[in-house]
């Protein structure tokens, strides 16, 4: 069974950075988008960022978009997001997502619509102080 579990969360102050962590199991890597979905209390689920293995495409939220960057390390079968200058706004628990069937299907939209998202992981609190 696919598994992904983030890591990387924690309390940070205003202009602070964290990375956080998505290891990947049970599914071809290569073939998967990954992202990182957010939600806030009181708040809607926000897509913040997506990266493909397939075909090298990375999508940001406007409003993470100059801040967080998103990468993948294939050999470790893990994705990442590097979040720099963090408001108070991005306060969330944040969720590691994975499209496995993104390559498998011949890769007709980008990033994967919320349906498209088979698995996912437990989610990491970030949060951040003013």
């Known amino acids: 069974e696919a598994q992904l579990v983030e890591s990387g969360g924690g309390l940070v102050q205003a202009g602070g950075s964290l990375r956080l962590s998505c290891a990947a199991s049970?599914?071809?890597?290569?073939?998967?988008?990954i992202g990182w979905f957010r939600q806030a209390p009181g708040k809607e689920r926000e897509g913040v960022a997506c990266i493909s293995r397939a075909d090298g495409k990375t999508h940001y939220a406007n409003s993470v978009k100059g801040r967080f960057t998103i990468s993948s390390d294939n050999a470790k079968n893990t994705v990442y997001l590097q979040m720099n200058s963090l408001k108070p706004e991005d306060t969330a628990v944040y969720y590691c997502?994975?499209?496995?069937?993104?390559?498998?299907?011949?890769?007709?939209?980008?990033?994967?619509?919320?349906?498209?998202?088979?698995?996912w992981g437990q989610g990491t609190q970030v949060t951040v102080s003013s």
């Open positions: 049970g599914f071809t890597f290569d073939d998967a988008a």
């Open positions: 997502v994975a499209d496995s069937q993104y390559g498998s299907r011949r890769r007709t939209w980008f990033p994967p619509l919320l349906a498209d998202y088979n698995y």
